[in-house]
């Protein structure tokens, strides 16, 4: 079945030590995102690609940076984690047209702790 | 500005009985709104959409909402819930042309179920 996939699902990492969350899809989805969900909260978009074209989100901190080397595998690098960056990391695809808007599919998530 | 609120932090409803979430939506254009359902430590998964089509959209495991403009609402029912409906409903709106960045989530209701 065509999905999204994450990986690690869990990932646990110490305080400043760079780490990389995984994305890649079967959709053959021009567009991809990643997410930033805390505890109870809705989730938060921190960056897409559409195609090639990186789209920052104007609050999304330096730290976090955002690799798309082609249309299957997308990265969230988190530079200096701090305890503040434990999460869930959600990634998505949709299939963007003119003047229409997809559904977004999501990837079952990476839940990072920080120690 | 687009906007969605989701009215209800909390539902509980006992099984069998019906249920009803509610989103009430601001937006400048016409506007595609969908729900997601979240069920823990996993990825949000598509139950509904509208997209200027038919106004009222039946989704997956029996739900379905209505779209009404002049109340600006997108509420999401079920006849009858199911333990397992237990999770957390997200309402989204997403304004067009395709820009991810107008992806608006609402902050999500909690959905119990009372055996």
């Known amino acids: 079945d065509a999905m999204v996939i994450q990986n690690p699902r869990y990932q646990v990492t110490q305080f400043g030590k760079p780490v990389t969350l995984s994305c890649s899809q079967t959709?053959?989805?021009?567009?991809m995102y990643w997410y930033q969900q805390k505890s109870s909260q809705a989730p938060k978009l921190l960056f897409h690609y559409y195609d090639k074209d990186f789209n920052n989100e104007a609050d999304t901190p330096d730290n976090f940076q955002s690799r798309r080397p082609n249309t299957s595998f997308c990265f969230l690098d988190i530079r200096s984690p701090g305890l503040g960056d434990a999460a869930m990391y959600l990634c998505?695809?949709?299939?963007?047209?003119?003047?229409?808007?997809?559904?977004?599919?999501f990837g079952p998530g990476t839940r990072l702790t920080v120690t | 500005a687009q906007s969605v609120t989701q009215l209800d932090s909390h539902v509980s409803v006992s099984e069998g009985t019906p249920v009803l979430l509610r989103c009430n939506y601001s937006?400048?254009?016409?506007?595609?709104l969908f729900w997601y359902v979240q069920h823990p430590n996993k990825g949000l998964q598509l139950l509904l959409k509208y997209t200027s089509a038919a106004t009222l959209v039946k989704g997956i495991n029996g739900f379905e909402a209505e779209f009404k403009k002049s109340e600006t609402s997108f509420h999401l029912t079920k006849p009858s819930a199911h333990m397992s409906d237990a999770a957390e409903y997200f309402c989204?709106?997403?304004?067009?042309?395709?820009?991810?960045?107008?992806?608006?989530f609402g902050s999500g209701t909690r959905l119990s179920i009372r055996p």
């Open positions: 937006s400048s254009y016409s506007p595609s």
């Open positions: 989204v709106v997403s304004d067009g042309p395709s820009s991810a960045s107008k992806i608006i």
């Open positions: 959709l053959n989805h021009n567009v």
């Open positions: 998505a695809t949709s299939r963007e047209g003119q003047g229409v808007s997809y559904e977004q599919y």
